[in-house]
C-alpha cells in the first residue's frame, strides 16, 4: 500500500519519483500514489498489453495528466462508473483527484480487471472498488456520474452509459477531434435515452500543460448532479 505524503501542493516533486513537475500541483497529498500508478502502468501495464509497448514515456502526459483533467468538471461527492476502464484511465485519477468519490471501475476483460484489482490494492485506494462486467449488465439508474475514455463512439457509449445515471446525472466522454461528429450522430439516440443537454467543453489545465476534449451529456429529471463548468463554478 503506498501511503499518502503531507506534499503541498506547490512543493517540488521529489527527486527521483519520475513524476513530472506539474505532479505534486495536481495531486498534492497523493503524489505518492499518482508516481506509483504511473510506474505500474509504465510496467506491468505495458508488459500485459493495457497500454501499447511506446507509450511509457508518454504515461504522465497522455494518460494520467489527460485522465486528471476530468475531475475538472466533476462535484466532490457522489457514485462514479468508470466503463471499460481498462488501465484504469480516467477512473483512477479522478479517484486520486477526488477521494470523496465513489469510484467502481467497470471492465468486462479478466486481464484488465485483475490489473485494476492489483493497482487499488496496491495504491490503498479505499474509495474505489473493481467489477468485472459489461456496463450494460449493472443497475440501472445507480451512478450519479459515468465516466468514459476510448471506448465506443459516442451513440454507441451512450446507450451503455445513460441507462445506469440516475435522474439528473451526467456522462462525462473523453473525445479527440471526433468529438462534434460523434455528438452530431448521436442527437437521436441521445433524445431517446431522455438525454436533456449535450455540450463539449474544452477542459486546461496550466500545471499540466495538456487539454481535454470532453462531451458532457445530463440525463433529465431530478436535481442536476453538480458538475463544474470551465472556470470552476457549478453547471
Do not use: C
Request: hydrophobic residues 45%; aromatic residues 2%; glycine residues 10%.
Amino acid at each position: 500500500m503506498i501511503p499518502t505524503t503531507d506534499v503541498e501542493p506547490t512543493a517540488p516533486v521529489p527527486r527521483g519519483t519520475g513524476a513530472p513537475v506539474w505532479a505534486a500541483d495536481v495531486f498534492g497529498p497523493r503524489l505518492a500514489q499518482a508516481t506509483a500508478y504511473a510506474e505500474l502502468l509504465a510496467g506491468a501495464g505495458i508488459e500485459r498489453g493495457l497500454l501499447g509497448p511506446r507509450e511509457a514515456d508518454r504515461v504522465w502526459g497522455r494518460h494520467i495528466g489527460n485522465s486528471a483533467l476530468v475531475a475538472e468538471l466533476l462535484p466532490e461527492t457522489g457514485r462514479l462508473a468508470d466503463i471499460g476502464s481498462g488501465a484504469g484511465l480516467p477512473g483512477i485519477p479522478i479517484a486520486l483527484r477526488r477521494p470523496q468519490l465513489e469510484v467502481v471501475l467497470v471492465e468486462p476483460l479478466l486481464r484488465r480487471s485483475q490489473f485494476l484489482t492489483e493497482v487499488v490494492d496496491e495504491l490503498g485506494l479505499d474509495n474505489v472498488t473493481v467489477v468485472r462486467e459489461r456496463a450494460e449488465k449493472l443497475p440501472k439508474r445507480s451512478f450519479d456520474l459515468v465516466t468514459a475514455r476510448a471506448v465506443a463512439p459516442l451513440p454507441k457509449l451512450s446507450q451503455w452509459a445513460l441507462p445506469l445515471l440516475r435522474a439528473g446525472g451526467t456522462l462525462l466522454a473523453l473525445k479527440g477531434q471526433s468529438a462534434s461528429a460523434e455528438l452530431e450522430e448521436a442527437r437521436s439516440v441521445l433524445g431517446r435515452l431522455a438525454a436533456e443537454e449535450a455540450t463539449i467543453e474544452q477542459v486546461e489545465n496550466e500545471s499540466i500543460g495538456e487539454s481535454a476534449t470532453i462531451v458532457r451529456v445530463r440525463k433529465q429529471g431530478g436535481a442536476r448532479t453538480a458538475t463544474t463548468g470551465k472556470d470552476g463554478q457549478s453547471a
